[in-house]
Nanobody
């Protein structure tokens, strides 16, 4: 019904930047909140940033001041600009979208994840 495709991950040195993108496609009527999560090996999944359909944002304390979440509602796409990256940011990053489908059903969809590796 809905696919979320993430891109932009990779290997970067500490202090560097990456920009993640997540594009949603399918039977979408409207997308509410869009989120970025991450999961590092051996650690619990962590909510990184959230953005509402109106553009309000919220961040994990660990990324405040370094990461910026944004979205393009016309493209059903959410972005995560990551600056001043640290080795502890290394993880698989996933996007989630709270979607109202054309069928009027409401479901949360999750992307396949993109690896971010920060070397020291």
């Amino acid at each position: 019904q809905v696919q979320l495709v993430e891109s932009g991950g990779g290997l970067v040195q500490a202090g560097g930047s990456l920009r993640l993108s997540c594009a949603a496609s399918g039977s979408i009527l409207r997308i509410n909140d869009m989120d970025w999560y991450r999961q590092a090996p051996g650690k619990q999944r962590e909510l990184v940033a959230v953005i509402t359909s109106g553009g309000a944002t919220n961040y994990a304390d660990s990324v405040k001041g370094r990461f910026t979440i944004s979205r393009d509602n016309a493209k059903n796409t959410v972005y995560l600009q990551m600056n001043m990256l640290k080795p502890e940011d290394t993880a698989v990053y996933y996007c989630n979208a709270d979607v109202y489908l054309v069928s009027r059903a409401r479901t949360t969809f999750r992307g396949q994840g993109t690896q971010v590796t920060v070397s020291s």
